[in-house]
């Protein structure tokens, strides 16, 4: 049966989500992006919501089971809020959640348990490196067998948190295959570079790393030496993304019909232009659209349905075009206004830009 | 709870279909296509008798009959109507959207009297279509000076009060299966007509006239560049007496548009309706592009980088993307439709953003396959014809794009012309 309604339990989530989207993350969103700082209460706050939490088994110590489904509907609706905290918050699962889906069971039961303690702690995940078509299946970073011992050499880029990470997940290729390493955060050999600039989520903090000879145990590849398939963490990237997307979007079309409506042209509001109308109709149109494909994918990686790595790329994709329409146009709708930085939308538009270079820094 | 999950009747209802879209309607596509107005008896004759042996007699899914068994499990089944048909007018039109058109039993016109007519109404015209032979309805709506504007027409009913008969008197065009409704078989057509031209919109009824009626006449049949296989006629209304029971509604003019907002719901089921079979057409001209690569071995990878992807990749894949939107939007507006639950909003979306994508889809095939796509050896320059119209009837993209935009700004019609 087709049903389009979340379950009781998504949806008391999604209402918090939401208070905490509308009532802490938006008025603190400009602040955070011009000191490009993200206020830590602010990511606790959204850490207590539990989130991550939620979708681990007892056994590692949360209290759920795991769903691509709930993911993309909270990152929706945190990301309605601001991406840069949205990603904050969201910083831990880079690192717990491959580890859920592709870890050994002594991993799951050694790494996921400090992680999802009541406080946030800095773990996280590098994998973009700095090529204009990079791709995660086709690493730079290589890690080679020394004895019992891995070697990880290469450079990464847009690691969040990477200054106070307590431990990352590293991808590195491995004979030709991406592979995951737990590395904890004082190894020899990694360093950290400066803070990066970027054209939008300045308040999040990314930097660049170095490895150079970083030694791990061989028990530090994720699953262990058997190694693990890929394909389900790159999905999961890519929903997540997605639904991130939406969520943007739908800050931006809502802040765009509320301006339309309320400002006057030529004697009536901007929006009883066909020329404005139409925009936002398309807008919403392919919000809804676009939405509907990330919770199909979703719900087909919870399923285990067939096709349900090619549709959460499809969701991804077009998710990628569509917020930067809908961003877009919610600044052309402002108009002058819209450029100016009084207002969210040129934010929300250099953050939906964002979204065709962000694989890996996001994870439900 | 969120599922994506076909409700299995339905996967069986599509395969059913789809043996019918290849077996019967693949094979003699181009020849319909080639002879304009030639009649797809076959098709019809057999939809006729397989629609009856189902024991349904009407595409209108309100007036689809429930299984009577008294199971009380299957009572707590969700209902299904609207998405079933839309299974099957997605997959009919994978296989021809023009015969599609063809398929006998209540279409639009019984979707008309199913949502406005009276229980006795409903079945002096509705069961006629389960008898011996295949019956079919349309509506007239458009006429020469009225399109998408449909509160511009023209046409008139008055009531005789002496024989207690409405005289109409107009012109209808663009009446999809007109003919045969009315000269193909003994059916009806439900014709848009004013009370009171003063009255505007509120006066703005809809009324039955059955095949046979004087003063009811087909006068042309249009040349069109696709689905050429439906018929697609004129019908001027000279002195036409119908029965006073034939008006679809109130028989008076009141000033709300009650009424004719009434009408205009009945396109809240059937624009998710041709959202569907632009769908179709969609996807057979997609599944075309795929196979004829796949014959080529050129492989479409899925998953890496923009940056890496040839042009023909990005291309099939954005098609594939948008065909996925559509579909999931179409759906969603049919179950909300079949849970009662108020949809205006999405069901205009869905006719947005299908139509438009069935037409890039058709024409970005053509052009991506090169000589093949423009030739009529292969059938996707026809699917390509054959697209267009689902940006155009049923209200064109620009109509449905505004009503999404009325109804996302909470505006009325004089504040969003």
């Known amino acids: 049966?087709?049903?389009?309604?979340?379950?009781?339990?998504?949806?008391?989530?999604?209402?918090?989500?939401?208070?905490?989207?509308?009532?802490d993350i938006r008025p603190a969103s400009r602040e955070a992006e011009e000191s490009t700082e993200l206020p830590p209460e602010l990511i606790?706050?959204?850490?207590?919501?539990?989130?991550?939490?939620?979708?681990?088994?007892?056994?590692?110590?949360?209290?759920?089971?795991?769903?691509?489904?709930?993911?993309?509907?909270?990152?929706?609706?945190?990301?309605?809020?601001?991406?840069?905290?949205?990603?904050?918050?969201?910083?831990?699962?880079?690192?717990?959640?491959?580890?859920?889906?592709?870890?050994?069971?002594?991993?799951?039961k050694s790494f996921i348990p400090p992680v999802i303690e009541m406080e946030w702690k800095a773990y996280t995940a590098a994998l973009i490196e700095p090529t204009f078509d990079f791709d995660p299946q086709a690493l730079e970073t290589k890690a080679t067998q020394k004895g019992k011992d891995i070697?990880?050499?290469?450079?990464?880029?847009?690691?969040?948190?990477?200054?106070?990470?307590?431990?990352?997940?590293?991808?590195?290729?491995?004979?030709?295959?991406?592979?995951?390493?737990?590395?904890?955060?004082?190894?020899?050999?990694?360093?950290?570079?400066?803070?990066?600039?970027?054209?939008?989520?300045?308040?999040?903090?990314?930097?660049?790393?170095?490895?150079?000879?970083?030694?791990?145990?061989?028990?530090?590849?994720?699953n262990g030496p058997d190694g693990h398939s890929m394909e389900g963490i790159l999905a999961s990237w890519h929903v997540a993304l997605a639904a991130m997307a939406v969520g943007v979007a739908q800050a931006a079309y809502e802040y765009a019909i509320d301006y339309a409506k309320d400002r006057e042209v030529f004697g009536v509001k901007v929006a009883q232009k066909q020329?404005?109308?139409?925009?936002?109709?398309?807008?919403?149109?392919?919000?809804?659209?676009?939405?509907?494909l990330t919770w199909e994918a979703a719900w087909m990686l919870d399923e285990g349905k067939e096709e349900a790595y090619k549709h959460a790329f499809l969701a991804y994709s077009g998710a990628v075009d569509m917020v930067m329409m809908v961003t877009d146009r919610a600044v052309q709708i402002l108009g002058g206004h819209g450029y100016i930085r009084e207002h969210p939308v040129e934010l929300w538009m250099r953050n939906g830009r964002g979204f065709a270079a962000f694989t890996g820094l996001a994870m439900v | 709870m969120i599922s994506f999950e076909m409700p299995k009747p339905l996967v069986q209802t599509r395969t059913v279909v789809e043996t019918v879209a290849k077996n019967m309607m693949r094979p003699v596509s181009r020849q319909l296509d080639e002879n304009e107005h030639e009649i797809p008896w076959a098709y019809i004759e057999f939809m006729h008798t397989a629609t009856k042996?189902?024991?349904?007699?009407?595409?209108?899914?309100?007036?689809?009959?429930?299984?009577?068994?008294?199971?009380?499990?299957?009572?707590?089944?969700?209902?299904?109507?609207?998405?079933?048909?839309?299974?099957?007018v997605e997959t009919l039109s994978w296989g021809d959207a023009g015969i599609y058109l063809c398929t006998p039993g209540g279409m639009l016109g019984a979707a008309a009297v199913s949502a406005a007519g009276t229980p006795e109404q409903k079945k002096r015209f509705l069961s006629r279509f389960t008898g011996k032979e295949p019956i079919f309805d349309a509506m007239a709506m458009t006429e020469p000076q009225a399109g998408s504007d449909t509160s511009a027409i023209r046409t008139t009913a008055v009531l005789d009060e002496k024989t207690n008969e409405w005289i109409l008197n107009g012109e209808k065009i663009f009446v999809t299966a007109g003919n045969k409704a009315l000269v193909d078989s003994k059916g009806f057509i439900v014709v848009w007509a004013s009370l009171d031209l003063e009255a505007g919109r509120s006066g703005i009824r809809s009324f039955v006239i059955e095949a046979g009626t004087p003063g009811c006449k087909v006068t042309k049949m249009e040349e069109k560049l696709g689905i050429r296989a439906s018929d697609t006629v004129s019908i001027v209304l000279q002195d036409c007496r119908i029965p006073f029971e034939n008006i679809l509604g109130s028989p008076t003019v009141e000033k709300s548009t009650k009424g004719y907002k009434g009408a205009m719901q009945t396109f809240d089921a059937t624009r998710p309706i041709v959202a569907a079979s632009a769908l179709g057409v969609a996807r057979a001209a997609l599944e075309f592009v795929q196979e004829k690569l796949a014959e080529a071995?050129?492989?479409?990878?899925?998953?890496?980088?923009?940056?890496?992807?040839?042009?023909?990749?990005?291309?099939?894949?954005?098609?594939?993307?948008?065909?996925?939107?559509?579909?999931?939007?179409?759906?969603?507006?049919?179950w909300m439709a079949d849970n009662k639950q108020s949809n205006a909003l999405i069901a205009s979306m869905s006719k947005v953003k299908a139509g438009k994508v069935a037409t890039v889809i058709t024409q970005k095939a053509v052009e991506l396959m090169g000589p093949l796509g423009y030739s009529r050896d292969f059938l996707l320059e026809k699917w390509f014809r054959d697209a267009k119209i689902n940006d155009i009837f049923e209200g064109t993209g620009q109509i449905n794009l505004l009503v999404v935009a009325r109804n996302i700004l909470g505006y009325r019609g004089s504040q969003l012309r």
Request: proline share 6%; aromatic share 8%; net charge negative.
């Open chain 1, 275 to 292: 020329a404005i109308a139409f925009m936002l109709a398309e807008m919403g149109t392919d919000i809804e659209a676009t939405r509907l």
């Open chain 2, 53 to 88: 042996a189902l024991g349904s007699s009407s595409m209108a899914p309100d007036e689809a009959p429930q299984k009577k068994k008294e199971d009380p499990e299957k009572k707590k089944r969700p209902p299904i109507n609207y998405q079933r048909l839309m299974i099957m």
């Open chain 1, 151 to 222: 070697l990880l050499n290469g450079e990464k880029i847009y690691v969040p948190y990477a200054s106070e990470a307590q431990a990352l997940l590293v991808y590195a290729d491995l004979d030709g295959k991406t592979q995951g390493f737990i590395v904890p955060g004082d190894a020899e050999g990694l360093s950290v570079g400066e803070r990066q600039k970027t054209l939008g989520i300045h308040a999040c903090p990314l930097y660049s790393l170095k490895l150079e000879d970083v030694k791990i145990p061989a028990g530090n590849q994720l």
């Open chain 1, 1 to 23: 049966m087709y049903s389009f309604t979340p379950t009781e339990e998504q949806q008391m989530l999604l209402d918090a989500v939401k208070r905490y989207a509308e009532g």
């Open chain 2, 297 to 334: 071995g050129k492989e479409i990878r899925y998953g890496i980088p923009r940056q890496k992807m040839t042009h023909l990749e990005r291309e099939v894949i954005e098609m594939e993307i948008q065909l996925r939107q559509a579909w999931l939007l179409t759906v969603k507006a049919l």
């Open chain 1, 44 to 108: 606790e706050k959204g850490w207590e919501l539990g989130i991550l939490q939620a979708s681990i088994p007892e056994a590692y110590a949360g209290f759920g089971d795991y769903s691509v489904l709930t993911g993309a509907l909270a990152a929706e609706g945190l990301a309605y809020g601001d991406l840069a905290a949205t990603l904050g918050v969201m910083t831990p699962n880079l690192f717990v959640l491959p580890i859920l889906l592709a870890g050994s069971e002594e991993q799951k």
